[in-house]
């Protein structure tokens, strides 16, 4: 949290407004410095790139451009604060996963230039690592892996399955591998896991202390960044704003679930919520039972999809999906005390028995961006000079770098590996029209809680379930 010496230095207004963006997440919660906002865009503006957006993905789009040319002159603007959305609210995975269906991009473009993809997201999970460190960012960041626990016999089908077809593929138990219940158990002490997929391209993550660290970093590069301001519409060579008119050469969108706010953006990618808790820092005595000593992000592989970290305070961060869709892409801005938080306690209590008591500190959500065919995409027309990264569905944390440093090289025009990845330029197309959006978005949703039922005690892949596996491409 800020210091009490911090705290008596700012104003009124500003002591107001960083207690209230504390209230967002325990990551803003426990992030140094200050969260009031910097001043707003002056007015009309003129720059060589604007970024609409201050998350990951517009900061590590800032961050590789000045990297490249510092002569440039970059403007970001951001509705609230930097990190304020999904970027400082996530479960802090930073983890190497291909962002999308293997099996589609395999279709259009081949074996191996999906297995470079692939390379190039477990790469990217060092280069932020390299970056923090470099930056002096400390955002707690501990290469650790990650697990995906097979809790039921389904699970443990679907665990070998996926092993064998990253092996099948190309891969080695180097990337992943399937533990026994006996190695499971020892790295990390759940009851009933028959064993788990486990992948060393991930390390956990603080959040709000990543994006903080790295606004603050371009900032001092020279990039400019207004907060308060409200982009409206992005044209070719304009951003309107309600407090000006950005003129650009390049003009980049990177607001992922907050998307459908701009205008013409309805229906570009769908906002879904995923919740988190926090519970106290546990004892020693707790963490002798439960283990985990290696940090690992943690998942459990049910259908309505888990994820956990050890923070660096010793507690445990655990989210997960269940929270409806809003008709019309309505976005949420503050999610507190809801039944997915519950939900989530429970989880806590099932997969570590030993702090089923602890209390609950913090309850937050956030809301990601979900394109139609479940791909992220990055992308630029030279033409227009408008790009784009985004739809990461979840697995922004690391991606975001690699899309960043695309959109650069993009931008500046260099020949890189990046430019040719398979993720360039790809475009999902739009989502259907209410009501038809709703419907099938809370009915996918309600079909995940049928399949993890039947799946529970089941020794087969349920109906429910191969319906959603369809219908996300897996």
Same mark, same amino acid.
């Given at each position: ?6 705290? =008596? ?53 800032? @961050? ?11 403007? +970001? ?11 400082? &609210?996530?479960?802090? #995975? ?29 790469? %990217? ?5 390299? %970056? ?102 992005? =044209? ?6 309600? &407090? ?147 739809? @990461? ?5 690391? +991606? ?13 025009? &260099? ?15 739009? #989502?259907?029209? =209410? ?34 596996? #369809?219908?996300?491409?897996?």
């Amino acid at each position: 949290m800020a210091t009490t010496e911090t705290r =008596e230095v700012l104003s009124g207004s500003a002591q107001a407004e960083d207690a209230h963006y504390r209230t967002t997440s325990f990551w803003h919660d426990s992030v140094p410095g200050t969260l009031s906002k910097r001043p707003p865009l002056p007015g009309d503006l003129e720059a060589d790139v604007a970024i609409v957006g201050a998350g990951y993905t517009g900061l590590w789009t800032a @961050y590789s451009l000045t990297e490249i040319d510092p002569s440039l002159r970059i403007v +970001i603007v951001e509705r609230d604060i930097a990190g304020f959305g999904a970027s400082g &609210r996530n479960g802090g #995975w930073c983890f190497g996963g291909l962002p999308g269906s293997r099996q589609r991009f395999l279709k259009t473009h081949g074996h191996d230039e999906v297995m470079r993809y692939e390379r190039a997201c477990f790469d %990217t999970v060092d280069v932020i690592g390299a %970056t923090l460190a470099k930056e002096g960012i400390d955002a707690h960041f501990h290469k650790g892996g990650w697990s995906t626990l097979a809790m039921t016999q389904v699970g443990l089908m679907h665990s070998r399955q996926a092993v064998e077809a990253h092996h099948a593929f190309g891969h080695t138990d180097a990337d992943y591998s399937l533990l026994s219940r006996e190695d499971t158990l020892a790295r990390t002490n759940v009851p009933g896991a028959l064993g788990t997929v486990f992948s060393p391209h991930a390390a956990r993550v603080h959040p709000a202390r990543l994006v903080r660290g790295l606004a603050d970093v371009v900032e001092r590069r020279g990039v400019g960044i207004y907060e308060g301001t409200n982009a409206r519409r992005l =044209e070719p060579g304009r951003v309107i704003t309600d &407090r000006g008119t950005i003129h650009a050469t390049y003009v980049i969108r990177a607001t992922e679930g907050f998307t459908p706010e701009l205008e013409g953006e309805k229906r570009r990618l769908m906002p879904f919520a995923s919740c988190m808790v926090a519970t106290e820092p546990l004892s020693q005595a707790i963490w002798d039972e439960i283990g985990w000593n290696d940090r690992e992000t943690l998942s459990d592989g049910r259908r309505l999809f888990i994820y956990a970290q050890r923070t660096a305070d010793d507690r445990i961060a655990l989210g997960g999906r269940g929270h409806p869709y809003i008709f019309g892409s309505k976005l949420e801005r503050e999610f507190h005390d809801l039944p997915v938080h519950d939900r989530l306690q429970g989880v806590i209590a099932k997969l570590f028995p030993a702090a089923a008591h602890a209390k609950i500190t913090h309850t937050w959500g956030g809301v990601l961006g979900i394109p139609r065919d479940f791909n992220a995409s990055v992308g630029l027309d030279p033409k227009t000079g408008m790009g784009w990264a985004g739809g @990461y569905v979840g697995d922004g944390v690391a +991606i975001t770098n690699l899309a960043g440093r695309t959109l650069a090289d993009l931008i500046t025009q &260099r020949k890189t590996d990046l430019v040719s990845l398979p993720w360039v330029n790809h475009q999902s197309r739009n #989502w259907e029209p =209410e009501p038809l959006r709703y419907i099938a978005a809370n009915s996918s949703l309600k079909l995940l809680r049928i399949a993890e039922q039947n799946e529970e005690t089941g020794t087969k892949t349920s109906r429910a379930g191969s319906i959603v596996d #369809w219908l996300t491409g897996h």
